[in-house]
């Protein structure tokens, strides 16, 4: 056989297959009549996280490769919960809100977006697939700083899982010499450049935490937004009158952020909450006088 040796491609050391653009129209790939439900972050999480399940809850087992592209499912809907929460923190509470005032968002959000998601243009850039960004992020939009040792704890946690994560999205699953410095190095010294491997109970059990992992955040959130609603450094707190009667609509404002409606164990009714609410803020104002006498 003779070769043109002008015109041979020496390059061609893979066979490329003919091929459309897949991607020539973009819009095309999103579902552009979707309407977001009205209901909390959480139960979006949740919702979100039942439909992962449904693509392998009932397999004998899963592959490697499968248990991977799981994992990123399952953080990714942690990280959808964190925007969703956020942006409905500050379209519902005047102190979050206030704090966002000098918050810069692009003129593209603030042209075609509407205005109840507009705050989400104020997390583009920020990754909460790691415990640093939802600190800074808790900082930023919940002022808050000094985070409890338990929610320190499960951040704590939380980064490991993520490690994980970055393993699957840069490297196809197997564990980099950052990841492993995060992790612990000489604990991980001899998984270095393997590939990570769940089977079902491992990837069940990562999944599982998550789950605990949003809902406790949630509750933080919640408990973090009432109690400073009773502070007196906040100049946006709420005038409480200590009947459900006349607080209701102001603790229903709060209560439907963060109520779950699809979990297995639903939220207990908004006037049991706020009684319990009223109870802590009574004792706490008991104890603040036995003091100062």
């Known amino acids: 056989m003779t070769y043109n040796t002008v015109s041979a491609d020496y390059s061609a ?5 003919a091929h459309s653009i897949p991607c020539s129209n973009t819009v095309d790939l999103f579902n552009c009549s979707y309407v977001e439900d009205s209901v ?27 248990g991977r592209l799981l994992l990123l499912g399952y ?18 509470d005047a102190k979050a809100q206030s704090d966002a005032h000098s918050y810069v968002v692009p003129y593209g959000a603030v042209l075609y977006h509407t205005k ?10 920020i990754s909460f697939a790691s415990e640093k960004e939802i600190k800074n992020a808790l900082n930023k939009f919940l002022d808050v700083s000094n985070l409890p040792d338990d929610i320190k704890g499960i951040l704590a946690e939380y980064e490991k899982i993520c490690q994980l994560r970055h393993c699957c999205v840069h490297r196809f699953g197997k564990l980099g010499s950052q990841n492993g410095i995060v992790l612990g190095l000489e604990k991980h010294s001899a998984a270095l450049e393997k590939p990570l491997s769940l089977d079902k109970k491992k990837l069940s059990d990562i999944a599982s935490w998550l789950m605990s992992f949003a809902k406790t955040i949630n509750n933080f959130m919640f408990r973090t937004l009432l109690e400073r609603s009773v502070s007196e450094k906040n100049e946006y707190k709420i005038d409480w009158k200590w009947t459900y009667k006349n607080d209701r609509s102001n603790f229903d404002k709060l209560y439907k952020l963060f109520q779950t409606s699809k979990d297995a164990n639903i939220s207990p009714p908004a006037k049991e909450l706020y009684e319990r609410f009223r109870s802590a803020n009574q004792s706490r104002k008991r104890k603040d006088q036995t003091k100062n006498t």
Request: aromatic content about 8%.
């Open 13 to 17: 050391i893979t066979t490329i297959g």
């Open 40 to 66: 909390s972050a959480i139960d979006v999480f949740i919702a979100n996280c039942k439909a992962i399940n449904l693509i392998w809850g009932n397999s004998a087992s899963i592959s490697p490769e499968f």
């Open 75 to 92: 953080v990714s809907a942690v990280e959808s919960f964190f925007r969703t929460v956020i942006r409905s923190i500050i379209n519902t």
């Open 116 to 125: 109840s998601i507009v705050a989400d243009a104020l997390l583009e850039g």
